[in-house]
């Protein structure tokens, strides 16, 4: 039976629940890449089933900030999903902050684990720094899904460093959250 993974790309395009930028680069736009990148990953491994918050890089969901996490919720809960994976870039007024970090809700949980996996398989990949994973219980999509759920944010747009990662290394992204996947999973390569 595969493994059900709901891939939330974070934020929307513009206007409510819009993104950080940074160098250029807007997040709404490099989560889409990146959650794309991946489903279609997890697609092609027979091993996972998947669905993805957003279906274009316009499209919006909800109609204000709550609605569109709440649309995004009801969607891996409806489903429903095994795991649930939010990706997101971050930002700080500080330029020299810098690194690959996940959020989960409760420590030593599964969702703990897979984070450190995933975050783990990114930094092996793409050499971002090791934030490691932290907790965030009140983070609306790690309080409300009904299944094991990791909140990763990719870099910092605000970091000269790992804005250009995220600009130019969006598919290696992806496949760090795969490997992170097939590692906590203790899945072989295909």
């Known amino acids: 039976m595969a493994i ?15 993104g950080a930028e940074g160098f250029g680069l807007r997040e709404q736009d490099i989560t889409y890449n990146v959650g794309t990148y991946l489903a279609n990953l997890l697609s092609n491994d027979y091993r996972f089933e998947v669905r993805t918050s957003r279906t274009n890089p316009e499209e919006y969901l909800g109609t204000s900030q709550v609605t569109s996490l709440q649309t995004r919720v009801d969607m891996a809960n409806n489903w429903p999903a095994d795991y649930f994976i939010s990706i997101h870039a971050n930002a700080n007024e500080n330029p020299a902050i810098n690194g690959t970090e996940a959020y989960v809700a409760e420590a030593y949980s599964e969702a703990y684990y897979l984070g ?15 934030n490691a994973v932290r907790l965030n219980p009140s983070l609306y ?4 899904t009904t299944m094991p759920s990791v909140l990763v944010e990719l870099g910092y747009l605000t970091n000269y460093e790992d804005s250009e990662k995220l600009r130019n290394d969006q598919y290696q992204f992806a496949y760090g959250i795969y490997e992170g996947l097939l590692n906590y999973f203790g899945l072989p390569q295909l």
């Open 4 to 18: 059900k993974i709901f891939v939330d790309q974070g934020h929307n395009p513009t206007g409510f629940n819009a």
């Open 116 to 130: 450190y996996d995933i975050v783990a398989a990114i930094v092996e990949r793409v050499g971002t720094r090791n």
């Open 141 to 144: 999509v790690l309080r409300k």
